[in-house]
Structure formats: structure tokens, C-alpha cells
Nanobody, 115 residues
Framework: QVQVVESGGGLVPPGGSLRLSCTAS????????MGWYRQAPGRNREQVAL???????HIVASLRGRFNISGDIAKYTIWLQMSDLNPVDTAVYSC?????????WGQGTQVTVSS
């Protein structure tokens, strides 16, 4: 059984910063990648960032400069550092673990940007 758990969401004012964490546990033989998606109310889920099993970060172009992803794949953990947040960043942020042939999702953590 594999579990993926996110933490670090919350309410932050416009211009603020937030750091999300994601840790996977269970019977994990090999990690292809771990990453973050988000889904805002009334919108489709969209990719935010990916951290490969080889330790390479990828950020969606529109979020570069404000969002950064890092991780320790050996510990099945990644972080998403978000800065200069604005209300359009409000969404449920979900972590994904990609292993050969399967993907596992966390429950998601709510990020709300509001004054």
C-alpha cells in the first residue's frame, strides 16, 4: 500500500509565500517522478511542477520565477515553494507519485490567497 500525504496549505495574503510538502510511503520500488498539480474552483486540474527521480526540477512556464520545486527522492519527499502569491493561485494543490506503471495521488491541500 502506497500513501501520499501533503501538508502546508492554508490562508495567505496576496504577495505572501507558502511552502507545501509531500511525502510518500509504503512499498515503493522506484520513483519516476513526484510532482504537484492544482485545481481551482470551476477549472480543470493543471500541472504545476515536477521533480524527476533523477532530481531534475520542472516548473510550468507560467509559474517560473514565483514557484520552485525541490525534493529528496530517496526520502520520497518533495516541496513546493510558492512566493508572490495572488488570488488566482487559490486552489487545491495535490501531490502525485509516479512509479513504473502506476500513479498515486494525495488528498490535496487547500491554498487560499486572500486579504
Amino acid at each position: 500500500q502506497v500513501q501520499v500525504v501533503e501538508s502546508g496549505g492554508g490562508l495567505v495574503p496576496p504577495g505572501g509565500s507558502l511552502r507545501l510538502s509531500c511525502t510518500a510511503s509504503g512499498n515503493i520500488e522506484r520513483v519516476n517522478a513526484m510532482g504537484w498539480y492544482r485545481q481551482a474552483p470551476g477549472r480543470n486540474r493543471e500541472q504545476v511542477a515536477l521533480f524527476t527521480g533523477g532530481g531534475r526540477p520542472h516548473i510550468v512556464a507560467s509559474l517560473r520565477g514565483r514557484f520552485n520545486i525541490s525534493g529528496d527522492i530517496a526520502k520520497y519527499t518533495i516541496w513546493l515553494q510558492m512566493s508572490d502569491l495572488n488570488p488566482v493561485d487559490t486552489a487545491v494543490y495535490s501531490c502525485i507519485l509516479l512509479v513504473p506503471g502506476q500513479e498515486y495521488w494525495g488528498q490535496g491541500t487547500q491554498v487560499t490567497v486572500s486579504s
